[in-house]
């Protein structure tokens, strides 16, 4: 469970809660609020926590997102304003998928993402997620408080788990998805594929791609398209090898 920049500490120990009550025990916090009083952060989430306190003395606090996921081979992402082009389902079909891409992937590392709770998921950080998850609430009030979001998707996420047998007991999705999968059918890591958009941009950048259209905008739509073809290992190689051709060539003609 991945939380980006949660504004209240109460509902950090909420989500805790939530995810205890649901055998779930992995807890990261992405780019946390600092506050004036250092007891503050504690004091407020170990309240809404109560027997859950425990998950918030073993979170792990990481600079940014992007050192949240790095590991991260499956990275399903949370909105009520999901993006053009994403791969959105609702609760229950996503925890459906999850359960299978684990059952078939032992060596996936999975994780669920929220965002801030006034603004969610910007675009960008959506760009990290492999498919997007939306809650089907009334359209005269679709937002949700944090740890009740969380609750709904941790609950269909251990359903799915229980339906196929899977022990999830009182790990986390992150503990099941530990297996040893190895070789080319490997899904990427979130930093590997960061790593092949950032010499993707720089090609496109020397061949003169971005040229009459937005740079971010482009960059932005490739990166949910690579994470919706939940490319493998090998196929990231190949796209890797084209790229370094690519740019081998345009600096061979410059």
Same mark, same amino acid.
């Given at each position: ?59 792990? *606090? ?133 790593? %092949?958009?950032?010499?993707?941009? *720089? ?5 003169? %791609? ?45």
């Amino acid at each position: 469970m991945v939380l980006l920049r949660p504004k209240s500490p109460g509902n950090v120990g909420s989500v805790a809660r939530a995810m205890k009550n649901m055998g779930f025990s992995r807890l990261v916090l992405a780019d946390p609020m600092t506050y004036d009083d250092p007891g503050y952060f504690d004091e407020e989430a170990r309240r809404m926590a109560w027997a859950a306190a425990d998950l918030l003395d073993s979170r792990r *606090e990481t600079p940014d997102l992007a050192a949240a996921l790095a590991r991260c081979t499956w990275v399903a992402g949370t909105t009520s304003n999901p993006p053009e082009g994403a791969r959105v389902l609702a609760p229950r079909d996503l925890a459906a998928e999850l359960a299978a891409r684990l059952s078939a992937h032992p060596g996936t590392t999975a994780a669920l993402l929220f965002g801030q709770e006034d603004i969610g998921l910007t675009r960008d950080a959506l760009t990290s997620c492999h498919i997007v998850g939306a809650i089907p609430s009334a359209p005269a009030y679709p937002s949700l408080n944090l740890s009740q979001a969380a609750l709904l998707f941790l609950y269909e996420t251990r359903l799915a788990f229980l339906s196929i047998g899977a022990a999830v007991g009182d790990r986390a999705v992150a503990d099941r998805a530990g297996g040893d999968e190895t070789g080319a059918g490997q899904p990427p890591t979130h930093e590997q594929l960061a790593a %092949f958009s950032a010499r993707l941009e *720089e090609t496109l950048d020397a061949i003169g %791609f971005f040229q009459g259209t937005s740079r971010a905008h482009m960059m932005r739509d490739l990166k949910l398209l690579f994470h919706r073809c939940l490319l493998t290992s090998r196929e990231l190689s190949i796209l890797e090898g084209i790229v370094h051709q690519t740019m081998w060539a345009a600096r061979r003609q410059g």
